[in-house]
Structures are given as structure tokens and as C-alpha cells.
């Protein structure tokens, strides 16, 4: 027989229910997926580039670790820094996207303060 204490059983299900995916309405909510699109067209680009990715994960990374977010709340402030990522990465192959101009970030202020 196995000897499981009943603290051991709570800690067990907290982190399962911690690593659980989002519910079907949650990813509906979030958007699905972003599409990074990578131009190979010149050394310096890929530099450029390399830039941008960093910066992503650096931010994918402190959304991943936030405390303060709900799961669902980080899912869709990734989406919005990974939709800022392409269109920057657009930008440096001189394409535009047709969508506004914002770029400010409510999560990403609260984050840094």
C-alpha cells in the first residue's frame, strides 16, 4: 500500500489544475495562434530580427511567471506582444499591416511599476 498524506493528495490536484490548458471558450477568447513570419534575405536582417525575438521572450517569459495575470489574461497580452513582434518584423522588410497603430500595453505597464 502506498502512504499518501491527504496534504500530499492537495498538492498533487494544485498542480495539475495549475498546468491545465485553457477551456475551449478561453482559446476562442484568446485567438488561437500568431504567425511569425521570417524574411531570409540578408545577414544584417537576421540580426534585426534576432532583436525583436528577444525582446518577445523576454516579455513571453515575464507574462509566463506574472502572479498578478489570470491564465487567460497572459494568453491574450502574449498574443498582442506576439502580433506587435510580426508587425515590427514586417516593418523591417518594408511591408505594412493594415491594422491601427497602438502599441501601448496595459498588462506591460502594471508589470514594470
Same mark, same amino acid.
Given at each position: 500500500?502506498?502512504?499518501?498524506?491527504?496534504?500530499?493528495?492537495?498538492?498533487?490536484?494544485?498542480?495539475?489544475?495549475?498546468?491545465?490548458?485553457l477551456s475551449p471558450r478561453e482559446r476562442e477568447?484568446?485567438?488561437?495562434?500568431?504567425? =511569425?513570419?521570417?524574411?531570409?534575405?540578408?545577414?544584417?536582417?537576421?540580426? !534585426?530580427?534576432?532583436?525583436?525575438? #528577444? *525582446?518577445?521572450a523576454k516579455k513571453l517569459d515575464a507574462l509566463?511567471?506574472?502572479?498578478? =495575470?489570470?491564465?487567460?489574461?497572459?494568453?491574450?497580452?502574449?498574443?498582442? !506582444?506576439?502580433?506587435?513582434?510580426? #508587425? *515590427?518584423?514586417?516593418?523591417?522588410?518594408?511591408?505594412?499591416?493594415?491594422?491601427?497603430?497602438?502599441?501601448?500595453s496595459r498588462i506591460f505597464g502594471k508589470l514594470?511599476?
Open positions: 500500500m502506498v502512504d499518501i498524506t491527504p496534504q500530499e493528495v492537495m498538492d498533487m490536484k494544485k498542480s495539475a489544475q495549475a498546468q491545465e490548458d477568447i484568446v485567438g488561437g495562434t500568431v504567425r =511569425l513570419d521570417l524574411p531570409m534575405d540578408s545577414q544584417y536582417r537576421l540580426r !534585426q530580427i534576432a532583436e525583436c525575438l #528577444r *525582446d518577445l509566463s511567471r506574472s502572479n498578478t =495575470l489570470t491564465p487567460v489574461q497572459a494568453c491574450i497580452e502574449a498574443s498582442a !506582444q506576439a502580433f506587435f513582434t510580426r #508587425r *515590427d518584423i514586417m516593418r523591417l522588410e518594408g511591408r505594412q499591416l493594415k491594422y491601427p497603430q497602438v502599441r501601448k514594470s511599476e
